[in-house]
């Protein structure tokens, strides 16, 4: 089947200007997670979804970002105000949330965000 | 965000041997994963972690849950090319809503 999809693959936008990123999880899966990777370093946590329950925005760095998942599917990351620091791969990944494997999270291909 | 001690943080090794790698934590973890991340793509899972203790295969790849729970392993025998990545632990020590990230192995395989 399909695996985790993201839109688009590369945005370039000037600082200050509001983007918006998307992510198509496998379809089934009731968790979702969205992680920033800056330049040769690790996955940093950023929201997770599961199912209707509230988000866990803890990883949100400012109030700059913000998240939503439509009908417990599609996810849109939105980033008001860009600034150069925002510049890094925003990974989308879903899981099961549930089942023996409940989180095995599968990763889309990434958003590559710079701001110039 | 907190982020996992993983080691070594790059390895060069020669085609055939074997590689070991490890992540460790300060807080006791429920659930450890291992990914494998190629440049310019997402991370794949290799193996998945549940319990303590739990030595896991796939493949030519074995990872463990250390029974403190606070660490995890992972072993690649007989290396090969294709093996070349970054290699990546992640734990979470709830019930998987929030995972934390090792820095990351960057592994060279010379042929």
């Known amino acids: 089947g399909a695996g985790v999809s993201q839109s688009p693959s590369n945005k370039v936008t000037e600082k200050g200007k509001d983007v918006e990123l998307r992510c198509d999880p496998i379809?089934?899966?009731?968790?979702l997670y969205w992680y920033r990777q800056s330049l040769g370093q690790g996955l940093e946590f950023l929201i997770y979804f599961q199912g209707n329950s509230a988000p866990d925005k803890s990883g949100l760095p400012s109030d700059r970002f913000s998240a939503e998942r439509t009908g417990g599917s599609v996810s849109t990351l939105t980033i008001q105000r860009t600034q150069q620091e925002d510049s890094a791969v925003y990974l989308c990944?879903?899981?099961?949330?549930?089942?023996?494997?409940?989180?095995?999270?599968?990763f889309g291909p990434g958003t590559r965000l710079t701001v110039t | 965000g907190q982020q996992l001690n993983q080691s070594p943080q790059s390895m060069f090794i020669q085609e055939g041997e074997d590689v070991s790698m490890n992540c460790t934590s300060s807080s006791i973890f429920n659930t450890w994963l291992w990914y494998k991340q190629d440049p310019g793509e997402g991370p794949v899972l290799l193996i998945a972690?549940?319990?303590?203790?739990e030595l896991t295969s796939n493949g030519r790849l074995t990872a463990q849950f250390g029974i403190t729970r606070k660490d995890s392993f992972l072993n690649i025998s007989a290396s090969i090319p294709s093996d070349v990545g970054i290699y990546f632990c992640a734990g979470s020590p709830n019930t998987g809503n929030q995972f934390y990230f090792g820095t990351g192995t960057s592994l060279t395989v010379i042929p």
């Open positions: 990944a879903s899981s099961p949330g549930w089942g023996p494997n409940p989180y095995e999270q599968y």
């Open positions: 972690l549940y319990k303590a203790g």
């Open positions: 379809s089934g899966h009731t968790a």
